[in-house]
């Protein structure tokens, strides 16, 4: 069944669920448009503020419906309402439940952010993943960078994940890290077009709804600046730091303190900044050529007080063994690019909070 036709299937479904004060969720202003992935269906059910439990009956209820049309995708529906969320005033119109909760089986949540996109965020993420496991950690890595996933492809991830009987999600393996990205779930050229509200409770249900078994360290690699997916995850879960990646430029290094402000008013731990692509090294020559500036990371970190991680250099292998799912930590352990990324692991790892239970 084609993706649209599949959509109003599941809309022709919700003709079934009653809502508070009569009607049906099919013809329902509130209902958003039913998005339809190879894996995976999404909606929102936007109710006014207050409403939230009256219509929480209706939400399980269109879950079920959804659920039995989808056949094997994963069915999430949001609920969401125009009540602020508690906390620093980030108004962003998602539910936010009180109090940040764990998540069975995770011991350590470590996010990795930037103030712009194109500074080697994710690339940084999936090697620290792996140094975090080469020290013999336990390591999953969560893509939610929702709308630009790049984790299948730095990981080298074929196929769509696994989805038990009881709606569980059950995560890639690949080089001993599990790994879980909705990029896996979505055709190669195919965007993610949802708005704040849908986008967060997908990440809700991708972390929570994930059997990560057990772990030492997840990584979470947060999309570019500051939105509603970085605040859902701070507000709702126990993040124990944040790593933010910026190359030396003065224009990356603007945007990576806007991203530590942000960090700083919601009380998320900060572990430190990394200043990636620091320096290329002429590979003819040996000629050092500070292409983006030299020092801007580690002056700024100074600046903010708060630990300088490391530099990682500008280096042809990087990007040429990202691009086939063969990153440096793995595909060249002892070249000098991998022992970077380790050595900032290491620090990182001295920095964290006592573990968790």
């Known amino acids: ?13 919700l003709a079934a669920v009653e809502i508070p004060g009569g009607g049906d969720l099919s013809g329902y202003g509130g209902l958003s448009e039913i998005i339809v992935t190879p894996s995976a269906v999404a909606f929102a059910i936007a109710v006014a503020p207050g409403m939230e439990a009256a219509f929480g009956p209706a939400r399980e209820q269109a879950q079920l419906a959804a659920q039995a049309v989808a056949g094997t995708r994963k069915v999430m529906v949001s609920l969401t309402s125009g009540k602020p969320p508690a906390g620093p005033k980030f108004s962003h119109g998602s539910p936010v439940p009180a109090g940040k909760q ?13 103030g712009k996109g194109g500074v080697g965020k994710s690339t940084t993420a999936v090697n620290l993943a792996l140094a975090f496991a080469a020290e013999g ?49 979505l055709n190669p050229d195919q965007a993610v077009v949802w708005r704040g509200p849908m ?37 709702q879960s126990e993040v124990d730091g944040v790593v933010i990646v910026s190359t030396p ?21 900060l572990l430190g900044l990394i200043e990636n692509m620091s320096y290329f090294i002429a590979p003819d020559t040996g000629t050092r050529y500070d292409i ?8 700024a970190a100074r600046s903010l007080d708060m630990p300088f991680l490391g530099a990682v250099p500008l280096v042809m292998s990087i990007r040429e063994n990202s691009d086939i799912g063969q990153p440096p930590v793995v595909s060249a352990p002892n070249g000098s690019e991998a022992q970077a990324f380790r050595a900032i692991a290491t620090k990182i790892l001295a920095g964290l909070p006592a573990l968790r239970g």
Do not use: C
């Open 199 to 235: 986008a967060t409770s997908a990440l809700r249900q991708l972390l929570r709804e994930t059997d990560w078994g057990d772990l030492d360290i997840l990584v979470v690699d947060l999309p570019p600046g500051t939105g509603d997916i970085h605040i859902s995850l701070f507000q």
């Open 1 to 13: 069944m084609a993706d649209t036709e599949l959509a109003a299937t599941i809309k022709a479904a």
């Open 292 to 299: 983006f500036g030299t020092g801007g990371a580690e002056n």
């Open 102 to 114: 764990a998540v069975p089986g995770i011991k350590r949540i470590i996010a990795v952010g930037s």
């Open 137 to 185: 950690l336990r390591t999953g890595i969560l893509d939610a960078d929702l709308y630009g996933p790049s984790i299948p492809k730095l990981l080298g991830l074929e196929g769509r994940p696994a989805i038990r009987e009881d709606g569980i999600f059950t995560p890639h393996s690949a080089f001993g890290l599990k790994a879980m990205s909705i990029g896996s779930m």
């Open 249 to 269: 430029q003065e224009l990356a290094l603007i945007d990576a303190k806007k991203a530590i402000d942000m960090l700083r008013r919601m009380g998320v731990p």
